[in-house]
């Protein structure tokens, strides 16, 4: 029988270096097929599409890739689009960007567009997603949440996702907004569910649905809350959660873990770039996008 095709995606934590070293873009082109590939730029999430789609086809076509086009549904019935449509299913690299997941949610998930991304993933395209399209992955998407260390009962809000990623929730700009608190309370909740939080400029590269890893200049941040003691289903609105036995992973760059077992299965020492950009989606968009034209 012929081999399947390897399924990956690339889980973004959003603000990914567009200027410098670009390793977690780089990843994703080569992933994509390098120069051959063909890649789709999905900017439905963000407030400034267009800009968004100018920055992510610089820096690819820089990576060298020449065909590059972009996928923006305005409305639920544009996402049965047979052009839009057509788009992702003859693309080896689909890229979703930052900005608000709920949109992303009520726009492509459960529509003809959102089967599409499910057919890339299954028949070897690489979906990548940053921010936003990072948290659409998981078929429980966390669609908004207070930030903060501690956990709190009802801090946050889980909406349907993309199901590219089952059993995992995943949550972005882990470190530089302090989500650690929203993630853990998400779990406690429902403990079946592993924790994913991504920082900055660093990627989870998974690999057929059970191999992580990870890529970039922080580090992915994983729980695992399936053996903890925890009061979530009695505890008052708001309160502090009571999180107790929950095993916590810390991985950086080179470290690769599998996420049917919830084990370390390897760490190589990298040097990655620390220069992390800060800034909100729209404002790191805008930055690159001022710095690539020149």
Known sequence: ??????????????????????????????????????????????????????????????????????????????????????????????????????????????????????????????????????????????SMGDEGVTPRQRSSQLTAGLGLLPGVIIDQHFDQRARYGRLLSLVAGSPSLLGMGIDEDTAAEITDGEQLTVVGSGAVFVVDARRATTDAHEARRDAPLLVSGAVVHTLPFGATFDLRTATLTDFVEKYADLAVAAGRDRHDTAAAAAALRH
């Open 1 to 142: 029988m012929p081999k399947a095709e390897t399924r990956s995606l690339l889980i973004i934590g959003g603000a990914e270096d567009k200027v410098g070293r670009v390793t977690v873009l780089r990843r994703f082109v080569r992933l994509a097929g390098g120069r051959r590939a063909r890649i789709c730029v999905i900017p439905t999430a963000s407030s400034v599409p267009d800009e968004v789609v100018e920055v992510y086809s610089t820096v690819f076509s820089r990576l060298g890739c020449a065909e590059v086009s972009a996928v923006n549904p305005r409305t639920r019935v544009e996402s049965s689009s047979e052009d839009l449509v057509r788009q992702v299913d003859e693309a080896t690299g689909v890229f979703l960007s930052g900005g608000n997941q709920l949109k992303l949610s009520q726009l492509i998930v459960g529509t003809p567009l959102g089967e599409a991304l499910l057919r890339a993933h299954d028949r070897g395209a690489v979906v990548a997603g940053t921010s936003a399209g990072a948290s659409i992955m998981s078929q429980f998407m966390i």
